[in-house]
């Protein structure tokens, strides 16, 4: 896995591509000189948290032939206050998943994300602690 940066201003803002040419932009808080033009490295974190977990659960669910429909994903996070560097102290990841699905198997596939298979949460979890629930949902419209 190899990525390269590159910055797009004078300040903060920069793009990572990776080796098949995808982009990703992030930037500085206004507070320090960035200009809020993109996602700050720690909200990528969160995003990356959020995207490899979902990767798990869709694949979980799919092998369990559950009918998933949708899914979201909110997560809340702290950190530590007044500390170089302010890791993460809390993060909760609750699950919106949408379909006609049976409790026990989301339930599971939640579980074996957060708790095995995924890599973002098995390297975050070292240094914080990761909470999760989910609810299962009818089918949004449209």
């Not at 507070?31 to 996602?39: H, S, V």
């Amino acid at each position: 896995m190899e990525l390269n940066l590159k910055r797009l201003d004078d300040a903060y803002h920069m793009e990572a591509t990776n080796e098949t040419g995808e982009t990703v932009q992030t930037d500085g808080s206004p507070g320090i000189g960035g200009g809020n033009k993109a996602m700050r490295p720690m909200q990528m974190l969160l995003a990356a948290l959020g995207s490899c977990s979902s990767i798990d659960v869709v694949y979980i669910l799919g092998k369990q032939r559950q009918p998933l429909d949708d899914i979201k994903i909110n997560i809340k996070a702290e950190r530590a206050e007044g500390e170089t560097p302010s890791l993460f102290t809390k993060i909760h990841v609750h699950y919106d998943l949408f379909g006609n699905l049976k409790e026990e198997k989301a339930e599971q596939a939640v579980r074996l994300s957060m708790e095995k298979y995924c890599s973002v949460s098995k390297m975050i979890e070292k240094t914080a602690e990761i909470t999760w629930s989910y609810e299962i949902k009818a089918t949004p419209n449209g």
